[in-house]
């Protein structure tokens, strides 16, 4: 961190020095999030090349904002997590993720679009409560994307987490969702809407009726959805 210093006493600068380097900003996003272990944290940041999330992790660490201590339950397994300092930026990015709902272009926001970012995101802010008190199995179909990425479960169940899986899991599916990624994206950042997709005919849900009719209520939209956009 020494390398790309500012060399000013401002602690606006010194901040910087620490939170202002690729990747950062996203890898607290992850954190804040509740992520704490390695392959977890990858699966929020897929772009980031192991290495530079490890570095990262290490320069969080030094800056006495991330703590590096050993899973309780699995031995040789090392889990991250913020330090008191650490949870002090928990408002700080947040106004990030608001900021740029609120004024960078929809169409901006559309041009990277992520299977397996936005499959791990639905997954962890995905409500249970609306749904049935027994496992749902919920398939996720997109055409466009090569056969590697097209199909996704989640699997949610009383009293579990919910899971994701990119391979088919073997269980029978209650609801089949068929769309293309950008609409999917649109709907979770809260740029569309389910009731607006299906009647455009770029969503169609088959299987479960209720499931179907209860998505919006159960489905894990982006924690600045309802963030009001400024920008068009």
């Known amino acids: 961190m020494t390398q790309g210093s500012y060399k000013q006493f401002c602690p606006v600068a010194m901040a910087a020095e620490i939170l202002c380097t690729r990747w950062t900003v996203v890898l607290l996003r992850e954190l804040v999030s509740g992520s704490t ?15 530079l999330l490890s570095q990262r992790l290490k320069d969080l660490e030094a800056g006495g904002i ?6 309780p339950s699995e031995p040789g397994v090392f889990e991250y997590h913020l330090t008191k300092a650490g949870r002090e930026l928990e408002p ?9 709902q609120r004024w960078v272009e929809s169409e901006l926001s559309l041009q990277h679009l992520d299977v397996s970012l936005l499959m791990w995101d639905m997954r962890r802010n995905l409500d249970p409560t609306p749904m049935p008190k027994r496992r749902s199995v919920i398939q996720f179909l997109y055409p ?14 009383p009293n579990t987490e919910v899971d994701l899986c990119s391979i088919d899991p073997g269980f029978d599916v209650d609801l089949y969702v068929s769309t293309d990624l950008r609409t999917m994206t649109a709907i979770w950042m ?13 969503m169609m849900l088959t299987g ?3 499931l179907a009719s209860d998505m919006q209520a159960w489905l894990g939209l982006s924690p600045f959805a309802k963030v009001c956009k400024l920008a068009s």
Request: glycine share 8%.
């Open 92 to 100: 700080l990015v947040e106004a990030f993720g608001v900021w740029g």
């Open 208 to 210: 479960d009726r209720r």
């Open 190 to 202: 809260g740029l569309d809407n389910i009731r607006a997709a299906q009647g455009a005919e770029r």
């Open 37 to 51: 272990r390695f392959n977890d944290l990858r699966r929020g940041v897929p772009r980031m090349s192991p290495a």
């Open 144 to 157: 466009e994307l090569p056969p590697s990425q097209r199909s996704w479960w989640l699997l949610v169940a």
């Open 66 to 71: 991330v703590c590096r201590t050993p899973s």
